[in-house]
């Protein structure tokens, strides 16, 4: 059985006071940016934060699909019964690393944001000639853009991304963490930005960062339960 989906859906439910944090300012401007007129009808106003955020997470799909292919050939080189192995480890260090993040124990983490840094130079201009956004696709088209935001979090998720097999496998990998953070991203716009100061209770991120190190944790162990049951369920003889 594959939680890689859930487990990324987790990682992104529980980076919610990394998520305020990162892009509360954003999506709080982006809010106070449409009319006046629009933000007081609750209906268009929430689809408007839907066609961000849905263009937000299909860039990180994309993003997802293209570190999938790298994935595969990962597997190939280093042969499909350990490598497979392997993979699995690693994507359990970046989980734990995620998690030592947000408890605010690894703070260096957040320098793998360079790596994006060249590529937002040239995508920042962009996403500033859109303004004011005034229509549902221009909505999901700066939200393509505001994905590829340098962000620690969702470039050490990718780097995870590199464990699966496949563009269709990583795209929804990073889809699933996309999702995870939909609802953290979505309450900041609507509450426009005031959950902020909730993001920086020193004792939350510890709480938080904890349960993702668990699940990193936790994906060592599922593997090795496998392995142990399919040796005990095997026939005997049988390799």
């Known amino acids: 059985m594959d939680l890689s989906l859930p487990l990324a859906f987790t990682v992104g439910l529980f980076s919610t006071l990394h998520c305020i944090g990162m892009c ?15 933000r007081q009808n609750s209906m268009k106003f929430m689809l ?18 293209l570190i999938g292919l790298l994935g595969s050939a990962l597997l190939e080189a280093l042969g499909p019964g350990q490598g ?3 993979l699995q480890w ?3 260090l970046i989980m734990v690393l995620i998690g030592l993040h947000i408890a605010g124990w690894l703070p260096r983490l957040a320098q ?35 994905g590829w935001l340098p962000c620690g979090l969702v470039y050490t998720m990718l780097i995870s991304t590199a464990t699966k097999v496949g563009p269709v496998n990583g795209a929804l990998y990073m889809a699933a963490f996309g999702l995870g953070t939909l609802p953290s991203v979505m ?19 510890v709480g938080v960062g904890s349960i993702i190190i668990l699940v990193g944790l936790l994906t ?18 049988s390799e």
Do not use: C
């Open 24 to 38: 509360g300012g954003i999506i709080g401007a982006l809010s106070y940016g449409l009319p006046s007129t629009l």
């Open 90 to 92: 690693f994507a359990a």
């Open 112 to 146: 793998v944001e360079r790596i994006g840094a060249p590529l937002w130079r040239w995508l920042e201009p962009l996403g500033r000639r859109l303004m004011p956004v005034e229509s549902i696709p221009l909505a999901v088209v700066y939200g393509a853009i505001w």
């Open 220 to 237: 060592l162990w599922y593997p090795a339960l496998l392995d142990v049951t399919a040796y005990q369920q095997a026939p005997l003889g």
């Open 84 to 86: 497979h192995r392997w």
């Open 48 to 65: 408007f934060l839907l066609a961000y955020n849905s263009g937000r997470i299909l860039s990180y799909a994309a993003a997802g699909a």
């Open 187 to 205: 309450a900041t716009g609507l509450l426009a930005g005031r959950l902020y100061r909730y993001a920086q209770n020193p004792y939350l991120k």
